[in-house]
C-alpha cells in the first residue's frame, strides 16, 4: 500500500472521533520491544513506518511523544510492539509495520474509551488487545498474523470489531467478560483465513456475528446469559462448529456454508431461531433447542455423518 495513502486512512481514523485529547505519551526501545506508555489525559497517536523506512511514533493534536511532536526508531532493532493507555479515551492508529514478534495494546482498570485501528500490518508472532475495565472499538484490515489474535473486551464496557482480509496462523479469539448485560459484543467480518478457530464468549452482553466470504479452521460460540445472533455465509470450515446459546433468544443462520466437520448448536431457555440454505456437512449435524419454542427454516441442507433435531419445529421453505 502507498505510504501517503495507508497515512491519509491512519488519520481519518483518529480524526473520526469528537473527543478532545491531550497528554503526553512515552514512547522507548527496550531490549527489541518499542514500549509506548500513555497517561491519564486521554492520548490519541500513529505509530507507521516512516518515509526513511523507519517506525514513527506521532502525537496528534493535543497529544506529545516523549514531550515532542513525533519520535522516530530503527526498524532493524524492532521485534515487538507493546502499548499500555492509560485512564480516559484513547485513539491509537497503526499501519504499514512489519514485526517478527507480538503487538500487544492494554488498557488500565479505569478507561473510558479505546479506538484501535490497524492497517496493512504483519506480525510474526500475537496480537493481543485488552480492553480493560472500559469499551473498546477495532477497525483491522489487511492484517497478517504469525499466530493467535486475542480480543479482549472490558468488564465493564462492550466491544465493537471489523475484521476484514485477515491471515491468522491461530485462533481468533473475541471475549466480553463485562458483568452487565447492557454491553454488547458485535463482530462483523470477511475475507478471513482462520488457520485456527474463531472463539467467541459474551458472558453477559447481547453478541452479534457477521462471518463471510472466509476459510476458517472452526467456530466455537457461547453467550450462556444473554441472546446471540449469528451469519455465516460463504464460508469453508476445515473443523467443527459449535454453537451454545443462553437463557435469551439465539439466531443461527448458516448459508453457503461448507463444513468438513460436524456441527452441532445447543441452545437454551429462549425462543430460538435456526436458518440454513445450501449447507454441506461431511460430518453430523446436531441442532438441540433446549428449552422454549424454537423453529428451523429449512432452505436445503447435507450432512454425510447424520442429522439429529431435538426440540424443534422444521419450516421446510418451498
Do not use: K, W
Not at 491519509?8 to 491531550?22: K, P, V
Not at 485488552?130 to 462492550?158: C, H, K, P, W, Y
Not at 423453529?295 to 442429522?307: H, P, S, W
Amino acid at each position: 500500500m502507498h505510504r501517503r495513502h495507508l497515512t491519509s486512512i491512519l488519520l481519518c481514523a483518529l480524526f473520526s472521533s469528537s473527543t478532545t485529547y491531550a497528554g503526553d505519551v512515552q514512547a522507548l526501545l527496550f531490549e527489541g520491544d518499542l514500549r509506548i506508555t500513555g497517561d491519564d489525559t486521554g492520548n490519541r497517536f500513529i505509530v507507521s513506518e516512516a518515509e526513511n523506512g523507519n517506525v514513527s511514533v506521532v502525537g496528534r493534536p493535543g497529544t506529545t511523544i516523549n514531550g515532542t511532536p513525533a519520535v522516530t526508531f530503527p526498524v532493524p532493532a524492532l521485534d515487538s510492539l507493546r502499548i499500555a493507555l492509560g485512564a480516559g479515551s484513547d485513539s491509537v492508529a497503526l499501519g504499514g509495520l512489519q514485526l517478527p514478534g507480538d503487538l500487544v495494546i492494554t488498557s488500565v482498570d479505569g478507561g473510558v474509551q479505546v479506538t484501535h485501528t490497524l492497517t496493512a500490518i504483519s506480525l510474526g508472532g500475537r496480537y493481543v488487545v485488552d480492553f480493560g475495565d472500559g469499551s473498546g472499538s477495532m477497525e483491522i484490515r489487511a492484517v497478517t498474523v504469525g499466530a493467535d489474535m486475542n480480543l479482549q473486551g472490558g468488564r465493564t464496557g462492550g466491544i465493537f470489531a471489523r475484521v476484514f482480509d485477515v491471515d491468522t496462523g491461530g485462533d481468533l479469539r473475541i471475549t466480553d467478560t463485562a458483568e452487565s448485560a447492557f454491553p454488547t459484543l458485535t463482530l462483523l467480518s470477511g475475507d478471513l483465513n482462520i488457520g485456527g478457530v474463531i472463539d467467541v464468549f459474551s458472558l453477559r452482553g447481547n453478541a452479534s456475528l457477521l462471518v463471510e466470504d472466509s476459510l476458517l479452521g472452526g467456530v466455537m460460540t457461547r453467550s450462556p446469559a444473554a441472546s446471540m445472533g449469528i451469519q455465516i455465509q460463504n464460508v469453508v470450515v476445515t473443523g467443527d462448529i459449535d454453537v451454545v446459546g443462553g437463557i435469551d433468544y439465539d439466531g443461527l443462520g448458516l448459508f453457503d456454508v461448507a463444513v468438513q466437520g460436524d456441527v452441532r448448536s445447543l441452545m437454551g431457555a429462549g425462543e430460538d431461531f435456526f436458518s440454513m440454505a445450501g449447507l454441506t456437512v461431511e460430518g453430523s449435524l446436531l441442532f438441540d433447542g433446549g428449552r422454549g419454542s424454537d423453529r428451523l427454516v429449512d432452505g436445503g441442507f447435507e450432512a454425510l455423518g447424520g442429522v439429529t433435531l431435538r426440540s424443534i419445529e422444521i419450516i421446510e421453505l418451498p
